[in-house]
């Protein structure tokens, strides 16, 4: 059987190419096959994550092909969604789950996130702040922010007195990924 994905060098971290193959043929199925209890839904996909290995699939091309299948369940779920109640509804749907967003945007910057236990490392609070400020212009104001914008962040990494909590933070923006693939 062919690749899937291009391999890495041999000496060269990449994701295990058999995870990756069993958890792509999943989605596959379940794309296929709309409906089914075991079907993904985009936050699944985004969760998604393999091992390394030398010599596996190149990290970079798994992670775009994960991206473009995390918008495919998304798109599915809106085109279903509105099919069945109306473009309102959606929209109405998105803002309620958008507000569930705001009660963070609304705290002081430095202060939006709990901080790491004391002498382990976080997200730099700066950084974060500026990210949670994009969101917020978006909202109110209508500014451009993707999904895509939100999901190729990184960010530094700092002491906690100078952080938020990586998990938090990361369980955050994939709420906010998921209201703005909604958007899309």
Do not use: C
């Amino acid at each position: 059987m062919a690749d899937l994905f291009p391999r890495v060098g041999t000496f060269t971290l990449g994701y295990r190419a058999p995870e990756v193959d069993e958890y792509f043929g999943r989605a596959r199925d379940a794309y296929e096959q709309p409906g089914r209890a075991d079907e993904l839904a985009a936050i699944d996909v985004r969760r998604a994550s393999f091992d390394l290995k030398r010599g596996g699939y190149s990290t970079a091309a798994v992670d775009s092909a994960l991206d473009r299948l995390e918008v495919a369940f998304a798109v599915r779920v809106r085109e279903r969604y509105v099919k069945e109640h109306g473009q309102d509804a959606w929209m109405a749907d998105l803002a309620e789950r958008a507000q569930a967003l705001y009660p963070r945007l609304r705290r002081p910057a430095g202060e939006r996130f709990a901080a790491p236990p004391t002498f382990r490392t976080g997200y730099d609070r700066s950084e974060v702040d500026a990210v949670l400020n994009r969101l917020t212009a978006f909202f109110d104001q209508g500014r451009p922010l993707t999904a895509e914008d939100i999901r190729v962040l990184t960010f530094k990494r700092r002491r906690s007195w100078a952080a938020y909590e990586e998990r938090v933070v990361d369980a955050y923006l994939a709420r906010a990924v998921d209201i703005l693939l909604g958007v899309a």
